[in-house]
Every structure is written in structure tokens, then in C-alpha cells.
């Protein structure tokens, strides 16, 4: 009897060793084989998600037709509501309800930073008046779809209407038409690039804007003596206006002709008396300087002409 309980007494310590042994060998278990922790749900999210990232082509998103896609334009109503263009485009013509919408280009680049490309947008909108309104939409792929990311900012034709806008080093750049100094709403005399940072949802400016000349002033020589010059032009669609620089005195008339009746000539800059404008442009001038004349093309086609100035 002594031998049983004293074998039993030996035994507790055992199983009590033994237990601990088990629960040590169980919190061991908590670890990776590696030696880290295992993952949280959390940690397990980010990895998939990554991981979906990763096996997402860089160019996944230009399988998405924008020409025949969903928009929600702002130009129409205070609140957007859905659009659907076909071809690029989209009309409704009932009434005082008005509206054409077309896409006008779709050019793609990474925004974000993750190696995979997002879309970027520029539409036109017009309802019913003269004003074409340009706007902007970036999208990116959530869970393998276009996700609307932010809207680029626009205007109306020279005043801000979008020339283009495009990816170029992870940045967004903005081209937008600018009224100048002798523009109307119509007719932009200037072009104003911005460049963004994509911020979450937010675009956010980088340095500051660049403005040019869309129709840089070419300077006309004269021969000593001589009382007129001759310049040959090209117009084309692309490049349908250029614009021509003369230095004349007060009270001195001014003549520009062209070899081509396809063409428009006006005076865009000085102080003259202008007797006649169109395929040709007589004015008595009023200052001493420099005078600015416009030449452009009125054809559909392109056109090669000589245009002959005379100052007498």
C-alpha cells in the first residue's frame, strides 16, 4: 500500500511536467515556421490585395471601351445623373432638353503609383447654346472594374476649355485654352499647361502654370528701300492660323494679299483705320509701331499660298 501511494505521489509531478509541456508546446504553435508571427486577418488582407495588384496587367484598364461607357457629367444638372455615349457620343434633343456629349480623347498612365495604369478622360458638353464645356474624368480598376478617382476641372472653349490631358512621369498634365489679350469666348489666343499630383481623390498642383502663344508672331522683313515683302504659307487643319508682325509709321497705308482666296486676312493688333478685311486688308494706319495681322486658312482642305504685305 505504501509502494502505491508513494508510485502515485511520483506520478503527479509527472503529469503536472507533462501538462506543462503540452500548454508550452501549444503556445508554440502561434508562431510561423519561419520564426515571425503569424498573420492577422488583417496582414492576410493586405497580402491578398497586394497580391491582386500584382497579377493585375500595368494596361488592364485599356480594355474598357470609354467611347461606349457610363458618364455622370456636371454641365448638365447641379446634380450629375448618368449618360451612356455610344461611339463616343450621346444626344438628347427633347424640348428645351438639350444636350450633346462626346468623348474627345483617352490617353493612360500610372497616377497612383502602384505600376498600373489609370484612364484619363476629356469630354465636351454643350446644351443648347454656343458654350461647349470641357471636362475631365480619371479612373482607376477596383476589383477588376473602372472606379471614377477625380474629376479635372475645364471650362468653356478659350476660357479654360480643355486642350488635352495626359500622364507624363507619374503626373497629370493639363492643357487649357486661355483667352489672351485679344480673345473672346470663341477664339483662344493662348494655351495655359498645368501639371497635378494625385492625392488619394485630390488633385494637387505642382509649381505653377506655363503659359504660351498659340500663334507666335512671325516678324516680316523688308529689302532696304523696297515697300513690300512676300512670305509663303502652309495652312493646314492642325495649324490653320499664323499670324505675321510689320513695323510702319502713322498716316502710312498697309496692303496684305494673298496668292489664295481660301484665306481670311484681318488685323488683330494695332491702332489703324481698316477700309477692308477678308481675302485681302486695307487700312490707314494711326501709330507708330508694330502691327499685327492674322491670316487664316477658310478652306477644308489644307492650302499653300503667298502672302504679299505692302507699306507705302
Not at 455610344?86 to 427633347?94: A, H, L, M, Q, S
Request: charged letters at 30%; aromatic letters at 8%.
Amino acid at each position: 500500500m505504501k509502494i502505491f501511494r508513494l508510485s502515485l505521489l511520483l506520478l503527479f509531478p509527472c503529469l503536472f511536467a507533462a501538462a506543462g509541456c503540452f500548454v508550452s508546446n501549444r503556445s508554440t504553435t502561434t508562431s510561423s515556421s519561419d520564426g515571425g508571427a503569424t498573420p492577422t486577418p488583417a496582414a492576410e488582407s493586405s497580402k491578398e490585395e497586394a497580391g491582386a495588384k500584382a497579377a493585375t496587367p500595368a494596361d488592364e484598364i485599356r480594355k474598357t471601351d470609354f467611347k461606349n461607357y457610363t458618364y455622370e457629367p456636371s454641365c448638365a444638372y447641379d446634380d450629375p445623373k448618368k449618360i451612356t455615349v455610344k461611339k463616343g457620343e450621346y444626344t438628347r434633343d427633347k424640348g428645351d432638353d438639350k444636350m450633346f456629349f462626346s468623348v474627345e480623347s483617352v490617353n493612360y498612365g500610372d497616377l497612383t503609383g502602384d505600376k498600373i495604369e489609370e484612364a484619363v478622360v476629356v469630354t465636351v458638353c454643350n446644351t443648347g447654346g454656343t458654350g461647349n464645356f470641357s471636362e475631365g474624368f480619371i479612373y482607376t480598376l477596383k476589383d477588376g472594374k473602372p472606379e471614377l478617382l477625380s474629376r479635372i476641372e475645364g471650362g468653356d472653349r478659350a476660357d479654360g476649355g480643355i486642350r488635352s490631358a495626359k500622364v507624363e512621369n507619374g503626373l497629370l498634365v493639363v492643357d487649357r485654352n486661355d483667352p489672351g489679350k485679344n480673345g473672346g469666348a470663341c477664339c483662344p489666343e493662348a494655351a495655359i499647361k498645368s501639371k497635378y499630383r494625385l492625392e488619394g481623390k485630390t488633385l494637387k498642383q505642382v509649381g505653377g502654370d506655363e503659359k504660351r502663344d498659340l500663334y507666335p508672331p512671325q516678324r516680316v522683313r523688308f529689302e532696304r528701300g523696297a515697300v513690300d515683302a512676300t512670305v509663303d504659307v502652309k495652312l493646314t487643319d492642325e495649324d490653320d492660323i499664323k499670324r505675321f508682325i510689320v513695323s510702319a509709321r502713322a498716316g502710312q497705308s498697309l496692303s496684305v494679299y494673298s496668292s489664295s482666296t481660301d484665306v481670311s486676312i484681318t488685323l488683330v493688333d494695332g491702332d489703324a483705320d481698316v477700309s477692308k478685311d477678308g481675302d485681302s486688308l486695307e487700312a490707314t494706319l494711326r501709330q507708330n509701331g508694330d502691327f499685327v495681322i492674322q491670316v487664316q486658312k477658310i478652306s477644308d482642305r489644307s492650302i499653300s499660298s503667298s502672302i504679299t504685305f505692302e507699306i507705302q
